[in-house]
């Protein structure tokens, strides 16, 4: 297996994975979704509400904030000794305003200041002359498997690796460069050449452009471009690790499973 990391940020990812099955690239893009746990607002307790809003609007709202993850100082509830929810596994927030104004995530007070709404400038409701609004809302960790609000990532998915070659016959006209939507050709010194290959999205425009059939496009069935986007809670490189230790975990316990037998 290996790995080209092409672009990295707080907030995104995109890299090459090599030599590995279509399953293999398919099991990381699931886990990135759907089994690495993030903090989101879970319970709410209203104590009062007067605004034009139902309790479960707000709720809902609320439980859509991303906020910032730290999974070293919190538990999963079903890996917690207290199974109910104690400060191990679970963050409270207050919030105790009254209009008129609009009420931000940013009002939401958090007990730890590391786990934080990640924008501070997310409406929540707006409150007129008089409205009050008055919670706690009880933040744990959860996956996405139980609800799309502990999904940490965004947009994440994969492609098999292009490849893109200019044979022989090539006769430099430059109608590949023409037509080809994501600039994957260039004419530098009168010579087509393939500027940037990972680019391509196989459309096959620039194979009915070429009059001499001199192009050839095709996949790399070993190798994948992922890219994804996180929702902020965590940074796209923890985001990965996070996601290559779950799948590891999972192969040694099922190894461990057929070894039992």
């Known amino acids: 297996m ?17 030599d590995v099955t279509t399953a293999f690239a398919n099991a990381l893009r699931r886990i990135m979704i759907s089994e690495v746990p993030k903090m989101a607002v879970d319970t709410i307790n209203i104590f009062e509400n007067t605004s034009l809003l139902y309790d479960e609007q707000i709720a809902l709202r609320l439980g859509l904030i991303p906020i910032k993850t730290d999974l070293e100082s919190y538990v999963l509830r079903s890996e917690c000794k207290c199974k109910t929810g104690c400060p191990s596994c679970q963050l409270s ?15 939401l007070v ?11 400038k997310i409406p929540i409701v707006k409150l007129k002359e008089g409205q009050k609004l008055v919670l706690e809302a009880i933040a744990r960790l959860g996956t996405g ?13 994969y492609k098999n690796r292009p490849r893109v070659t200019i044979l022989d016959g090539c006769n430099d006209c430059g109608k590949c460069v023409e037509v080809c939507p994501k ?34 496009v095709s996949t790399d069935k070993r190798s994948f471009v992922f890219q994804f986007e996180t929702d902020g809670s965590m940074s796209a ?6 996601a290559v230790d779950i ?15």
Not at 148 to 154: E, L, R, S
Not at 247 to 261: C, I, Q, R, V, Y
């Open 2 to 18: 290996d790995i080209d990391v092409l672009e990295l940020s707080d907030t995104s990812a995109r890299f090459v994975l090599s």
């Open 93 to 107: 927030m207050t919030l105790s305003v009254e209009g008129p104004k609009v009420v931000y995530s940013s009002d």
């Open 110 to 120: 958090s007990k730890d200041e590391k786990s934080v709404p990640v924008d501070r």
């Open 145 to 157: 498997k139980e609800h799309a609000k502990w999904q940490p990532v965004v947009a994440c998915g």
């Open 183 to 216: 600039g994957v050709f260039e004419v530098k010194g009168n010579k087509a050449k393939v500027k940037r290959e990972l680019e391509c999205s196989l459309c096959n425009l620039c194979l009915e452009a070429c009059e001499t059939k001199s192009l050839k």
């Open 237 to 242: 490189d923890k985001v990965i690790l996070q």
């Open 247 to 261: 799948l590891k975990d999972k192969a040694k316990e099922f190894k461990d499973k057929l070894e039992k037998k």
